[in-house]
Nanobody
Framework: QVRPVESGGGLVQTGGSLRLSCLAS????????MGWFRRAPGKEREFVAY???????NYQDSVKGRFTISRDNAKNTMYLQMNDLTPEDTGVYYC??????WGQGTQVTVSS
């Protein structure tokens, strides 16, 4: 069983970039579909992006063209490269393995 741990959050200005990482310990990482979700202040958690074990990807419409999800199975790590950030991207970002195993989250704050 994998245990996701996120890192890479922080404070950035509008238009800036961040790269989130999710280290998921466990021998079966490569078999999991991995995803990023976020919870904005006062809102429900929402889907951001996922990457399947075969590399197929999907994104929420609002992040298409700005965010890129990737994975390195040799390192048991998934990434989310976030460019051209806006204040609407502010929130706690969660890594998920198979939508059943969750990390504790990492805070992303985009100032205007």
């Amino acid at each position: 069983q994998v245990r996701p741990v996120e890192s890479g959050g922080g404070l950035v200005q509008t238009g800036g970039s961040l790269r989130l990482s999710c280290l998921a310990s466990g021998p079966t990482f490569s078999s999991y579909a991995m995803g990023w979700f976020r919870r904005a202040p006062g809102k429900e958690r929402e889907f951001v992006a996922y990457i399947r074990s075969d590399g197929r990807k999907n994104y929420q419409d609002s992040v298409k063209g700005r965010f890129t999800i990737s994975r390195d199975n040799a390192k048991n790590t998934m990434y989310l490269q976030m460019n051209d950030l806006t204040p609407e991207d502010t929130g706690v970002y969660y890594c998920s393995a198979g939508s059943v195993l969750w990390g504790q989250g990492t805070q992303v704050t985009v100032s205007s």
